[in-house]
């Protein structure tokens, strides 16, 4: 296995976010009960899908400087890691959702804003399928990949507030503050943030590892 | 509004208390800690598929170059 200490830290975190996760002792809420400790769980994804996303704009914009597809492959599967990690996001914000907001799907700002981000990366999927012309693909893809990032933050984090929202810390709730984010909570959403994120990079780099071998063997 | 909430219904908020002094809330965590066990070790597994997909791509290219640049002998 290739240098492996930040896999080992990433097994390691989860492990105690989901001991600790479970275990351990939550702010008292009234609809959440129990349920707040999915903070430890729903909200890193979101948090590591945008890192994930934020770092393959990061490989397309190095793409279009210097032109080398190592950095296209780079930049196609941190954005895969990011979509499953918004997938995952946007099943368990249902599930908590069904029995805290009373549907699995309310008309919330929000949660339309994700669907809508979620669609414009599905697009850069079937943008990416309908090239056969690596560097144009390459190109192509890598300015849609900066513009979707750029669509995507103020799409999830500007629109929700300036209107109504279910969401903690959006349309006029106060954020998970001081009554229900106390630092027990702390204590694991920060690991659980760092080691989901880490996780997302570890299959990133080994989906990485295999393109590249593919590239290779094909020549 | 929610702090005076919070002061006096504390207690009142109905949590897992009864679940986890039963103990039943080991089972939960048993099952969660197993699927997680299961899953890195799958990971852990494919990594190590990859390293040496790696090394034995590697190992071929490095002999094709070699026997590329010898050449063969003549009997």
């Known amino acids: ?219 | 509004m929610l702090y005076s909430a919070l002061a006096g219904l504390a207690q009142e908020v109905e949590m897992a208390d009864r679940l986890r002094a039963d103990g039943k809330i080991w089972v939960v965590v048993l099952v969660i800690a197993v699927v997680f066990a299961g899953l890195i070790s799958y990971l852990i597994r494919l990594d190590r598929q990859v390293s040496k997909l790696e090394k034995d791509l590697a190992d071929r290219q490095r002999s094709q170059r070699s026997a590329d640049r010898e050449p063969t002998e003549r009997l």
């Not at chain 1, 609809?31 to 945008?50: A, D, K, Q, T």
């Not at chain 1, 599930?95 to 805290?100: D, G, K, L, Q, Y």
């Not at chain 1, 893809?141 to 900066?146: D, G, K, L, R, W």
């Open chain 1, 1 to 219: 296995m290739k240098k492996y200490w930040w896999k080992a830290l990433a097994v390691l975190l989860l492990t105690y976010v989901i001991l600790q996760g479970l275990l351990g002792a939550v702010p008292r809420q009234p609809i959440l009960n129990e349920s707040i400790r999915n903070v430890y769980f729903h909200v890193p994804l979101w948090f590591g899908m945008i890192t994930l996303m934020l770092t393959s704009m990061i490989y397309s914009i190095r793409y279009l400087r210097h032109g080398r597809l190592t950095d296209d492959v780079v930049a196609v599967e941190f954005a895969n890691s990011a979509i499953l990690f918004g997938i995952l996001g946007c099943a368990t914000g249902a599930v908590w959702a069904n029995f805290t907001w009373g549907e699995p799907w309310p008309n919330d700002p929000k949660l339309n804003a994700v669907a809508v981000s979620m669609l414009m990366y599905f697009a850069y999927f079937v943008l990416r399928g309908s090239f056969d012309d690596e560097q144009r693909k390459g190109r192509i893809s890598a300015v849609y990949n900066i513009i979707a990032f750029a669509v995507f933050i103020p799409l999830i984090f500007v629109l929700p507030r300036l209107t109504d929202s279910l969401h903690p810390g959006n349309g006029g709730n106060p954020a998970f503050g001081k009554y229900d984010m106390d630092n027990r909570l702390r204590a694991v959403f920060y690991p659980a943030i760092i080691g989901f994120t880490l996780l997302g990079v570890w299959i990133t780099e080994l989906r990485v590892r295999l393109r590249r071998m593919e590239l290779a063997t094909e020549e």
